[in-house]
C-alpha cells in the first residue's frame, strides 16, 4: 500500500558509557521505498540498525518494524527483517546451498518454499553458479552475494543492509546497485546505511544524513542538495596568465579564487560556460579547464556539520 | 607447571596414600581399641568401624573401603595367654597395585603391633586373607577402562561447548542467528545438543578400542552406563558453557577448558584411586561432579552395581549439572542481553 509506514522510530537514545551513540533519533520509512542513513563511522548508523534487528538495546525511545514494537514483539520483528550485515556471516566451511539450507531452518522454511527462494536467489543475485562451492572458496563480491542470498532467503518485506558495497570496486558497486533497486522493485522496504554519498544519491528515495548520533537532514537528496548544498559552480583553471588577472575579467559574476581555480557560482551553468569562455578567450586568456561541478551530498555535509564525510574516501569513476 | 605441582603433591609424599579400611571388632576390649587407635595413628590406614560383617562387606564391595580385617572375639585373653590369633582380612582387588600394598601394610601393621605388645608371645599374630570374599584377580585394565570412557566428559564435552557460543561470536555469525526469530534459549540447547552427539561419538570409541585391544573383563552394562554417561556428559557441558560465556576469545576459551580438563582428571580418579591423592586433594576431588560419574561408572563395570547401588551419585549427577548449567544459562542471557 503506497506510504503506509513499515518503519518508525521515535526519540530513541543509545548510550555506551558516557558516549551518546543515538541521540534522540526520529524518522520513518514508508513502503517500498531506499531509505539511507547517510553519515561517516562513528555517526550512530550500525548502532540503529542493530537495534531495529533486535540486537542491541536501547536506553530511551521507542521503534516499530511493520507497527511490531521491537521490544515486545521482537520475535515478529526478526521473523520480518532481513539483515544483511556489513561483515560475510557465513560459515566459510560450508557450501552456499548449505548456508542458505541453515539460514532457512532459522526461519522454519518449508522444504518446497526453500527451494524456490533458493532458485530466486541463483537468478536474481546469481548465486546459482556458485551454489555448491564453499563459502572459503568465492571471491569478495560472490561472498557479498551469497550473504545477501542468505538473509532474504525468507523473503522478509522489510531489507536491512549495513554498508553492503564498502570495499567493493565501481564495477561490482555498480552491480550492487542494480540488485538492490530490484529488492524494491520487488516490493521490499529497504533500510540501507552508507557513507558513500554517491551511493545514497544514486540508490535512495530518501535520505536521512547522520552525525554523531544526531539526524540532521532527512529529504530526497536532490531536495537536500537544492536546498542546502548551495548553487552549482564552474571550475575554470586558467593557463597563460596569472588567475588573479583572469579573476578580474570575471568580477560580475558571483566568484572567488580557491586553490589557484575560479569557482564561479551560477544557478545555469549551461547557459553561462560559453560566455564566460567567449570573456576570457576574448581577452587573450587561455583555459586548462572549465569544469561544471554540481552540488553533492557531502557539500550537504560539509554545510550541515562542517567537516567532510569521509576523509578518505574515494570514488574513481 | 601445574601437572609437575600434581605430580610432586600425589608421589613426593613420605607416605604415598591413606587406604580406608573397615574394621569389625568382635572383641570390643581396650586392646581391640587401641589396635583400632594405631590404626588411624599410621597415616597410611583409615580405619572404620562396622557393627557387623555384613555391613563391612557392603563397605568393601562399594569400595568404600579397601579392605575389612576381623577382630576375633576373645583376641585380648589370646594376646596375654599366649594362644593363636587369626585376624580374618579381605583386600578389594580393584586395583592390583592397592590390593598389595594394603594386603602388605596390614600384615606388617600387625607384626610390628604383635611386637610392641607381647614379646615373650612365640606364635605372632597370623592374617588370613578371606578366599571366598576375592573376586576373580583383575588388572590395571580393568581399572582403568572405566576412568577411559569418563575422559570425553572433560574433553569433548567441556571444550566442544566452550568452544560452540565463542566462536559463533568471533566469526559473527551468532549475529546472524540473533536477528533470526530463534529464542536465545535454543541456541544454548542447540550447542548442548551438538556437544553430546560429540561426546557420544567420542564415548563410543574408546568403548570399541577398549574392548578390541584391551579385551577388560569388566561388565558392560548398556542399560546403567548410558544415564551415568549423559550426566557426566552434562555436567561437562555445563562447565564449558560457563567458560563460554566468559572466555574473550575461542582460542582464550579453549585453552581454559583444556587446561581444566588436564587438572581435573588426576582429580576424579580417573587414572589411580582417589586414595593415592593428598587429603587436600581428595576434598576437592570430591566436590567435583565428575569424580561421581567415574566412581559411578567403576561401580558398574568393576563392582557389577545394580541402580540401588548408584542412586547417590546419579543424585547428585543431576543436582550439580541442574545448577551449574542454569548459571550457563544466566550469564548467557546476561551476556546477550548485554549486548
Known sequence: MPGKTVIEVEDLVKHYGEVTALDRVSFSVEE????GLLGPNGAGKTTLMEILCCLRRFDEGKATVLKFDIVKDSYKVRASIGFCSQETLLYELLSVRENLAFAASLYSLKSKKFKERVEFSSKFLGVGEFLHRKVK???????????????????????????????????????????????????????????????????????AIMNKGKI???????????TLAGETSLHIKVKNTPTKEALSLLKKYDCILKDDEIHVFVKNPWEIVPEVSNRLISHGVLTEKIEVVEPTLEDVFIKLTGRRLTEEYKLTQ | ???????????????????????????????????????????????????????????????????IITLPQGLKDNLTTGKPIKILMAVDETNPDVARMVRDGIRTFFLEFYKTVNTNYTEPISVIEESTLMREEMGYKEYIVPGMLCYPFLFSSMVAATGAIVYEKQKGTLKKIRASPVRPLNVLFGKTLAALFQTAISILIIAVLAVFVLCPKVNWNIPLLVPIMFLGSMNG?????????????????????????????????????????????????????????????RNIMIQNAVLSDILQPIATLIISATILYAIGILLYKRWVEKE
Open chain 1, 137 to 207: 572458496e568465492l571471491s569478495g563480491g560472490m561472498k557479498r552475494r551469497a550473504n545477501l542470498a542468505v538473509s532474504i532467503i525468507h523473503d522478509p518485506p522489510v531489507v536491512i543492509l549495513d554498508e553492503p558495497t564498502v570495499g567493493f570496486d565501481p564495477n561490482v558497486k555498480r552491480e550492487f546497485w542494480g540488485l538492490i533497486k530490484d529488492l524494491r522493485n520487488y516490493g521490499k522496504t529497504v533500510l540501507i546505511s552508507t557513507h558513500d554519498m554517491y551511493e545514497a544519491d544514486e540508490l535512495c528515495d530518501r535520505v
Open chain 2, 237 to 297: 557441558i555445563a562447565v564449558g558453557l560457563l567458560i563460554s560465556c566468559i572466555g574473550r576469545s575461542p582460542q582464550a576459551a579453549s585453552s581454559a577448558a583444556t587446561t581444566i580438563g588436564v587438572v581435573l582428571q588426576f582429580f576424579i580418579g580417573m587414572y589411580f584411586p582417589q586414595e593415592f591423592l593428598p587429603t587436600y586433594i581428595q576434598q576437592i576431588g570430591n566436590v567435583i561432579p565428575m569424580t561421581y560419574a567415574v566412581h559411578a561408572i
Open chain 2, 1 to 67: 607447571m601445574i601437572i609437575l605441582l600434581l605430580f610432586t603433591a600425589i608421589f613426593g609424599r613420605e607416605v604415598p596414600f591413606t587406604a580406608n579400611i573397615g574394621v569389625v571388632d568382635l572383641d570390643e576390649t581396650a586392646i581391640t581399641a587401641s589396635i583400632i587407635s594405631v590404626f588411624n595413628d599410621t597415616e597410611v590406614f583409615d580405619a572404620k568401624v562396622f557393627e557387623n560383617k555384613t555391613e563391612a562387606l557392603k563397605a568393601l564391595n562399594a569400595t568404600d573401603v579397601r579392605a
Open chain 1, 32 to 35: 517500498g521505498e531506499i531509505f
Open chain 1, 216 to 226: 540532521v537532514a532527512l529529504d530526497k537528496p536532490d531536495t537536500l542538495k537544492e
